[in-house]
């Protein structure tokens, strides 16, 4: 009711302004002028008012808009009548002919143009559903960009003034200029950072290359970026250790140092161990193999191999020659009669042998020659955890018959044995027995001899009993009781 009551005053007001104008309007070609006299004011303050009912455009607004477009453009019209409009003004001449040509009661429709506003809501929109971040900033300006174009949109379906779109398209625009200027600025952060990523390769750039190009929204640029984010930088092996080294074949031991790996992303590892030992031998490839056996002689190839976790291998291999320049050593020679058991003594018939071990393993069993008349082959007998040394032996049976032997201490020599690499050892004697532990042998094949010293049969007081090389011997006298000398 208010309504048509303003209403109605605004239409007399306008009537008695059309019939002044009129009648300046012979004196008064310039159209503008016209606007530029009283009617103006109320006209402008019609505008102002939220009513479009009420919302008279200024006629110069009206034109413009006019011009502007012709699609897109909301007509509104004051009252719902739209005939007697400004396209049908007869002279044409502008708004005040056609105020004055509508003077019976036609109300002025003016066009709202929204299509600028409804691009900005589209752009907005489209934004909107294709950018996503989780970047702070990012998603204030999307946010308000969301409220922007809901109001936007919210204006297109009931548009008020030309002002209220044209300031909310604007708005739409600056917030989508700021989002572009932010996203631009961001992707060249992020560019930047992959770059610097890719020629320093430290786990301090890549990280923060992956922290920036997170930020962006999904997409294929996104995608492309993190692509190159990349360790592309091997791990470093460095040995705990010599890289090569020679131990001398049962002399020196090989002792595993491991080594340590470093990598510009993945964590130090420390005392890291070897993968695997490629074993030559004469520059051949034997075998791979657990350990390095210093006992073997031949080139170790101690390999140590780590891959990080983008997948980038380093391998680092330590030579270890084993050689042999040093002569089979002995540590024990024994010679003892075994059977038919132990004893210093053995006659003819009985069993000897001798026993030498060494630090190493030969390659070239040695001979035994004993008293220089006999020769004796070696043969292995086996190796000893208690003393690490290799064990050989080899058995003499003196012959039951006439022996060539002489009697005494057995000598013996051991000889002829040498390693794998060709070293021969020294001749070993009777002086390598450590009689400290070991009794000798004697040779002893002769029996003993007795003289009855008074040459009386009857009366026989004594005997005299020789043996050259005497141990023990039982005696008896004529009533058979044992005398033990
Ligand atoms: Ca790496
Ligand atoms: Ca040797």
């Known amino acids: 009711m208010k309504v048509y009551g303003q209403k109605k005053g605004v239409i007399i007001a306008v009537v008695l302004l059309l019939l002044l104008m009129v009648g300046t309007f012979a004196f008064q070609r310039d159209d503008e002028q016209k606007y530029d006299g009283e ?75 929204t299509e600028k506003l409804e691009a900005s809501v589209e752009s907005g929109n489209d934004v909107l559903t294709t950018t ?60 930047a950072a992959v770059e ?32 190159r984010i990349k360790d592309t930088t091997a791990p470093t092996i460095t040995l705990n250790g010599d890289s090569s080294m020679t131990l001398e074949a049962g002399v020196d031991a090989y002792e595993e140092l491991g080594a340590t790996v470093t990598d510009n ?55 270890v020659t084993v050689q042999d320049t040093i002569a089979p050593e002995y540590v024990t020679l024994r010679l003892l009669r075994i059977e038919p058991d132990y004893s210093t003594f053995a006659k003819n018939g009985d069993k000897i042998r001798v026993l030498v071990d060494f630090k190493e393993e030969l390659a070239v069993l040695p001979k035994l020659k004993i008293n220089n008349e006999v020769e004796v082959n070696f043969r292995f007998s086996g190796y ?16 039951t018959d006439e022996s060539e032997l002489a009697e005494g201490e057995l000598s013996i020599l051991v000889y002829g044995y040498a390693d794998s690499s060709n070293n021969i050892g020294k001749d070993l004697d009777n002086s390598k027995i450590n009689h400290d ?40 006298n004529k009533f058979k009781h044992t005398v033990h000398v």
């Open 39 to 113: 009617p103006d004011t109320e006209i402008q303050d019609d505008n102002n008012d939220n009513d479009p009912d009420t919302d008279s455009t200024t006629p110069a607004e009206e034109e413009e808009n006019t011009d502007d477009e012709l699609e897109g453009t909301q007509t509104v019209n004051g009252n719902g009548v739209q005939n007697g409009n400004l396209v049908n003004n007869q002279n044409g001449q502008g708004n005040n002919t056609n105020q004055g040509g509508n003077n019976n009661g036609n109300i002025p429709t003016f066009e709202l143009s």
């Open 132 to 191: 996503n971040s989780i970047d702070t900033t990012l998603n204030e300006l999307l946010s308000q960009l969301e409220i922007a174009v809901s109001e936007g949109e919210e204006i297109i379906s009931n548009p008020t003034t030309q002002t209220a779109i044209d300031e909310k398209q604007q708005e739409i625009d600056n917030l989508l200029d700021q989002i572009e200027d932010y996203l631009d600025d961001a992707y060249a952060k992020a560019e």
């Open 196 to 227: 610097l990523s890719e020629t320093e390769n430290t786990k301090e750039n890549l990280d923060k290359a992956t922290e920036l190009v997170n930020l962006l929204p999904d997409g294929d640029r996104k995608d492309e970026l993190l692509e």
């Open 265 to 319: 992303v993945d964590e130090k590892i420390e005392n890291y161990q070897l993968t695997l030992i490629n074993y030559s031998v004469g520059g051949i490839f034997n075998s791979i193999v657990e350990n390095v056996d210093t006992t073997k002689v031949g080139t170790y190839e101690v390999v140590y191999t780590y891959t990080d976790k983008a997948n980038n291998t380093t391998s680092v291999v330590r030579t």
């Open 384 to 399: 000893r955890e208690d003393s690490n040394t290799y064990l050989y032996m080899a058995d003499y049976t003196i012959p």
């Open 437 to 476: 532990t070991q009794n000798m042998v004697i040779y002893d094949r002769t029996a003993p001899t007795y003289n009855f010293t008074n040459g009386n049969t009857f009366r026989e007081k004594e005997v005299v009993v020789t043996d050259e090389y005497f141990d023990h011997m039982t005696i008896y």
